[in-house]
């Protein structure tokens, strides 16, 4: 089965180049018409998943492995970790600093929101050795050839 | 084929390889040193137009023509064009039109006025219900609709779904012209004097349609010589203020404002509003908004023109210089109110400044031929870009390496156009 990997590199508090490979892998399911509604989706949790590397996580890896059924986003970084994930999954919950916080940032709707737009998500994490966040989406039947 | 909003005169093309460049959705390519468009592609801003050197590429809607004596002519005149005479009234402007022939020059502001009035009533009411899609996005820009249409069809659902003010209007006019005047509707000529690109030719995306209101569209660089010398002879006429009865609203400072960009929110009561321009610009945030960013703004002015409708490409005087003719106006005048709000309302509610088509509707009317990619086209293109290892030189006619890999991979190009795959 033929699959296409893609893996981009993001910086911890590079808020000019945050989002950017959220937006390639938008551009890039665009030309492969898949549904815009997925799309929307994916670029949701890719982005915030992003956004999550840039303030907490230190320098990390942003994957992208699309399949004929199913795109899978792999998002890991070398930070702090999470201590407790299912506080982390509640909706308001959040640790940025106050700096962030000025920057709109913060409001501790990340992981509950890519929750609400992945198909699955899977959070791995310990303290001082990083995070590592998988969701995959499930592609219904307009399946490109 | 050649996209209606241009018009290419192959013979004077060199080849040159900037209109490739500057495309923002990737329309042309050159084969055989001229220029070739995939005219689905073709969005109409006009970007193409601006730095042809040779003038090949053109647009196709700046012919002038000459008004019908047995007709009854009518100019509606969008508000950039009192920017490009600074010193002059914008009434004398209108003058100046009637001299010229247009039996009927007609301000737009009264009716931009109304159109802001409806986004704060919409916004309002849904702030409220909770109901729209936020952002809200402006419908005024027609590149921008078709921007979305073409490449962010999640996003119809957030074009503000009103009518735009020159659609309004020329509704307005010809139902009330034709009363008073006992002339048929098809006797009535709207022509509409634009700085922009895209207009009337006809819409593919249909929204607001502005065809069936006007009938021509005036390019204000075509009229703009012609206009000039008659405003010097208006100088001297002195006639008086209101030039003719019907219509007659005074310009205010709102029309030349909305010229700019930002004069559209600047004009609201909503405070969460930001104007962006250019059409980079407004593809990014196109891109952010997809993925959720902005959320908590209210309305976005989007226009695919630098600086605004000032900087249309059909304009005859620099955008800086018509934006400093502008700011004179406001400190001259201020931003006035003029309409009462509570008969904005009942307008509101009866639906008069709803489109017939909701924006949702207009997924697929306009889109790419080109066939979708497949995951082994994906891998191709990848180890295409792993060999040519270029760097975008544009000289295979291609605006980049990436775009060059996808029309190999597709069969729209041959791999030895690169030169460094003949070695």
Known sequence: MSSLKKSFNVRCRDFIHAGEASISVQQLLKQMHIDPVLIRRIAICGYEGEMNVVMHGGDGIYCVEINTDRIVLDISDKGPGIADIAKAMEKGFSTASDEYREMGFGAGMGLPNMKKNADEMIVESEPGCGTRVRMSFIIKQSTPT | ?423
């Open chain 2, 1 to 423: 084929m050649v996209p209606e909003y241009i018009s290419f005169v192959e013979k004077f093309c060199t080849g040159c390889s900037q209109c490739v460049r500057v495309c923002p959705t990737k329309t042309i390519r050159i084969r055989n040193n001229k220029a070739v468009f995939f005219d689905e592609l073709c969005i109409g801003c006009g970007e193409c137009t601006r730095v042809c050197p040779e003038g090949a590429v053109s647009s196709s809607i700046s012919v002038i023509e000459p008004c019908m004596k047995d007709k009854l002519n009518v100019v509606i005149v969008s508000p950039v064009l009192y920017a490009q005479f600074p010193g002059v009234m914008p009434s004398d402007v209108l003058i100046g039109l009637n001299e010229m022939g247009f039996d009927h020059a007609i301000d737009l502001s009264y009716y931009l006025e109304m159109f802001q009035y409806a986004v704060d009533e919409f916004v309002l009411e849904n702030r409220k219900s909770n109901n729209a899609p936020w952002p809200l996005i402006s419908p005024i820009c027609p590149v921008v609709i078709r921007l979305i249409v073409l490449n962010y069809p999640n996003l119809l659902d957030h074009i503000l779904p009103l009518r735009r003010p020159v659609s309004l209007l020329g509704d307005e006019i010809r139902e009330k012209l034709s009363h008073e005047h006992g002339v048929d509707k098809k006797d009535i000529i709207i022509y509409h004097i634009t700085p922009c690109h895209a207009k009337v030719v006809p819409d593919r995306s249909g929204l607001m349609d502005e065809l069936g209101f006007i009938d021509r569209a005036l390019g204000i660089n075509r009229i703009y010589p012609g206009l000039k010398q008659k405003l010097e002879q208006v100088k001297e006429l002195e006639l008086s203020l209101f030039p003719n009865e019907h219509f007659s609203f005074v310009p205010s400072t709102r029309g030349p404002l909305w010229g700019m960009s930002g004069g559209e929110i600047a004009g609201m009561r909503i405070d969460n509003v930001i104007a962006v321009s250019g059409v980079k610009e407004t593809m990014a945030y196109l891109e952010k908004i997809e993925m959720g960013l902005f959320s908590d703004m209210e309305y976005i002015e989007f226009r695919a023109c630098t600086e605004g409708c000032l900087g249309g490409p059909l304009t005859a005087v620099d955008r800086y210089m018509a934006k400093s003719t502008v700011q004179k106006f406001i400190k001259m005048f201020g931003i006035g109110r003029r309409l009462p709000r509570h008969k904005i309302r009942q307008l509101y509610d009866k639906g008069w400044f709803f489109s017939r088509i909701k924006p949702s509707e207009l997924a697929g009317v306009y889109k790419s031929k080109r066939k979708p990619l497949t995951f082994d086209d994906m891998k191709k293109i990848e180890k295409l870009m792993s060999l040519i290892h270029g760097s975008d030189c544009g000289a295979c006619g291609a605006p980049d390496c990436k775009t060059f890999a996808e029309d190999v991979v597709t069969e729209a190009a041959d791999l030895k156009a690169c030169f460094k795959m003949k070695e």
